[in-house]
């Protein structure tokens, strides 16, 4: 015992002259990464804010998982079957939540803050449309979201309060109207650079941010104003917000990434038989062939890992994501126009729509198809924009939010499902274990505000 007291006794002594001395002779840099900067420049901000918010909000498991239940795909093995026989919890969306918040959303507060000190608008403009993008991407799949007091760590605030998602759409719509003053400034400081998405054009940024706010407004019944924002959105495919990815081991595509590594979701037989069976030219770019060396999908829940895998379009190592298209905006102004009951403006966008996404995905409009789906059309419906709407959204977010909202496409029964299609995200686990503002008690079945 005297032993082990002496011991004690002198460490306790020697201690404080330790510590004193290692202020004097050890280097303080000596734990400092030089390969993680402290302090980001703003031009390095932007692509890393690009690249994260395309790769996570744009594919990966927010794309993956609603393309699934779109039936575009199906999941054929292990986790994808189980997602596509609705079986998700929150553990399968951690990375979404986590990376979006960590990743491109906390570099987005960064860059507006740096930008505003640098006199810099055309910066704050750019990280203001990021923010509202990924915004938007996770409020209309989990609901309410932390955001006012969000990204304040360093003050303490290590669980953010939760707003509302009629706050968070209100979010939405502040970033981007004043992002489109921002970005129209005449005053700017430094020049916006390493700009992957846009090249620095601010008047493109100033598109996206109308483009958005026509999407934003269409979901909240608000057609009219959805209009106004559609006339100063995109004018061309050349417009559409998205992101080209560079084919290498560490930066590729994501469902390319995906396919490669985990290879466990192939077409459904859902959207494959509706391209087969309208004779759609888009078919060769959005599946490849199978074995047998035809197009084939499985059907959903079947577990048929021999039909088609995903196509060049979405899936090749260098294939863009995209966050907002011309196409997009065009069946807006459609269902717009058939909302208010303008049925020769609604015939007019929807062929716009079509024609767009043709030229897109195939360089070409193909004639028969044009004849059948676009010169001959005299009247026209909901499920009609909704569908070929649907063809053009094929590897994004956006077919999940229009059939919550008009019921369109209708899915087929999923083999081996024993719950119905989600009409949401679960939160994810890790703000129900360190956010004790994380709602609890959400159900898959919860409809969103935005989606009543």
């Not at 790769?55 to 997602?83: C, E, K, P």
């Not at 104003?225 to 290498?248: K, P, Q, R």
């Not at 419906?381 to 019921?407: F, N, P």
Request: hydrophobic letters at 40%; glycine letters at 6%.
């Amino acid at each position: 015992m005297k032993k082990f007291n002496i011991i004690r006794y002198g460490v306790l002594f020697i201690l404080p002259l330790m510590l004193f001395s290692c202020n004097n002779w050890i280097d303080t840099d000596l734990n400092v990464d030089p390969d993680s900067p402290t302090d980001v420049p703003m031009e390095y901000l932007v692509p890393s804010i690009q690249a994260s918010m395309a790769y996570v909000a744009g594919g990966n498991t927010s794309v993956r998982v609603t393309n699934i239940w779109m039936q575009y795909f199906d999941g054929v093995d292990r986790q994808s079957l189980a997602q596509g026989r609705y079986n998700i919890n929150s553990a399968d969306v951690n990375d979404l939540w986590e990376s979006l918040y960590a990743q491109a959303m906390m570099d987005c507060k960064t860059l507006m803050d740096k930008a505003v000190e640098k006199e810099s608008p055309h910066y704050v403009g750019v990280a203001k449309v990021c923010m509202a993008t990924c915004l938007g991407t996770l409020t209309n799949l989990y609901g309410d979201l932390p955001y006012t007091e969000a990204f304040q760590g360093n003050s303490g605030i290590l669980q953010p309060a939760y707003e509302s998602q009629e706050a968070i759409y209100g979010h939405i719509e502040d970033l981007l109207t004043s992002a489109i003053t921002d970005l129209g400034s005449e005053e700017n400081a430094v020049d916006l650079a390493s700009d992957l998405m846009y090249d620095g054009a601010t008047d493109k940024w100033i598109m996206t941010a109308n483009a958005l706010l026509a999407r934003y407004s269409l979901y909240k019944k608000d057609y009219a104003t959805a209009l106004t924002y559609v006339d100063n959105a995109f004018a061309s495919n050349d417009d559409d917000f998205g992101f080209a990815f560079i084919n290498t081991t560490s930066g590729s595509n994501p469902l390319f990434q995906f396919m490669r590594d985990r290879n466990d979701i192939r077409m459904s037989s859902t959207f494959i038989d509706e391209l087969v069976n309208t004779g759609d030219p888009r078919l060769a770019a959005y599946a490849e062939l199978d074995l047998s060396g035809a197009y084939s999908g499985s059907v959903p829940g079947s577990e048929n890992s021999a039909a088609s895998k995903p196509g060049t379009f979405v899936a090749a190592g260098d294939a863009p994501v995209y966050l907002a298209t011309y196409a997009e905006m065009k069946f807006i102004a459609a269902e717009c126009a058939f909302q208010a009951g303008v049925t020769a403006d609604a015939i007019t966008a929807y062929q716009e729509g079509i024609t767009a996404s043709l030229e897109k995905v195939t360089g070409a409009t193909d004639s028969t198809y044009m004849a059948d789906f676009v010169d001959n059309v005299t009247t026209i419906t909901i499920e009609d924009i909704i569908m070929q709407k649907y063809k053009a959204d094929y590897g994004t977010v956006l077919a999940y939010d229009d059939w919550r909202r008009t019921g369109f496409p209708e899915l087929v029964a999923v083999v081996g499902a024993t719950k119905a299609t989600p009409v949401r995200f679960p939160y994810p686990q890790s703000e129900i274990v360190y956010n004790s503002n994380c709602p609890v008690g959400v159900q898959l079945s919860d409809k969103l505000w935005i989606f009543q």
